[in-house]
């Protein structure tokens, strides 16, 4: 069937910029549909198949400031696809390679203002270093307890006006206007569920900005971390 998914659970959904709505599936890799006609495209995936998509479970998509589709795995690295689906690069952990992907299972993806591509892990926070490199030439800067975050599993990032990156640790469930932090910096606040649960014993988000990075504690629990 031209208009069937690969399979039945989703895991992320992306609007590119040319407007085709890219899925990430549980069990089935990518598919594209094209809204204008409902017809799927269904990726290939499996790490024989040249060109495709490293696993079947695809966590997360984002699309970057030169049209260029990253794709997160559930233990299959990080996929740099062309719009058309074709995979360019597949990034994995390498455990001599300190410049490397920190682990193979991607939750979270974002491009923040300035065309940083910033990449969730259960090993810690990533930045890809000159995203706009040939695939051989990128690298990792990466960011983990060691560090100061609260956590290495990182499930959501979101980047903000200043084009900092706000790493979460925990579901974010809606937005609840601005909270001041220390050094005079001002972050959208997000609503989490142990917000919800009115728990704040525990560290749930950090915030990085782009240059280097260091640990700001705030109130409300919250751990940001500035680059």
């Known amino acids: 069937d031209p208009r069937a998914l690969s399979a039945a659970g989703i895991m992320t959904i992306l609007e590119s910029r040319s407007g ?76 001599q390679d300190p410049g490397s992907l920190p682990a193979n299972t991607v939750y979270a993806l974002a491009v923040d203002p300035s065309g940083q591509v910033w990449v969730g892990t259960d090993a810690g926070l990533a930045r890809v270093i000159d995203a706009s490199a040939a695939p ?27 084009m900092d990156a706000i790493a979460i640790d ?21 609503l989490f569920d142990d917000v919800l649960a009115k728990t704040l014993d525990y560290v749930v988000a950090n915030m990085m900005q782009p240059d280097n990075l260091r640990v700001i504690n705030v109130s409300l629990g919250y751990n940001f971390v500035a680059s």
């Open 136 to 162: 051989g030439k990128m690298r990792f800067e990466v960011v983990s307890r060691a560090e100061g975050l609260s956590s290495d599993t990182l499930y959501g990032i979101v980047p903000d006006a200043r």
């Open 20 to 95: 085709q709505i890219w899925i990430g599936t549980f069990g089935g890799g990518a598919n594209i549909l094209d809204p204008a006609t409902g017809m799927v495209r269904q990726l290939p995936y499996g790490v024989s198949t040249p060109g495709a998509v490293s696993g079947p479970n695809v966590t997360a998509i984002v699309e970057d400031l030169r049209g260029n589709l990253w794709l997160g795995t559930d233990g299959g690295g990080l996929n740099l696809a062309r719009p058309d689906g074709t995979v360019l690069a597949v990034f994995r952990h390498e455990a």
């Open 170 to 190: 925990n579901t974010i469930v809606g937005d609840s206007g601005h909270v001041g932090v220390d050094e005079g910096w001002q972050v959208q606040a997000m």
